[in-house]
């Protein structure tokens, strides 16, 4: 996370803020398409979600 994220003051009555402003319709609209998505990836690539997942771990372990 400290990556990823700049720095801040996060609360926990922040991150409860955070979190109940989220359109968890939206989210599970967005999960769906992901997973279609990752099916036409996987499909056309025909690596397994592992190996495809690997590959980028594996970059990010050659940039540190």
Request: aromatic share 6%.
């Amino acid at each position: 996370m400290e990556k990823t994220l700049p720095q801040q003051e996060l609360t926990e009555e922040k991150i409860a803020e955070l979190l109940n402003n989220i359109g968890h319709e939206t989210v599970n609209k967005a999960v769906e398409e992901f997973d279609i998505f990752m099916e036409q990836i996987l499909a056309q690539t025909g690596l397994t979600e592992e190996e495809y997942v690997s590959m980028f771990m594996n970059a990010v372990k050659d940039e540190e």
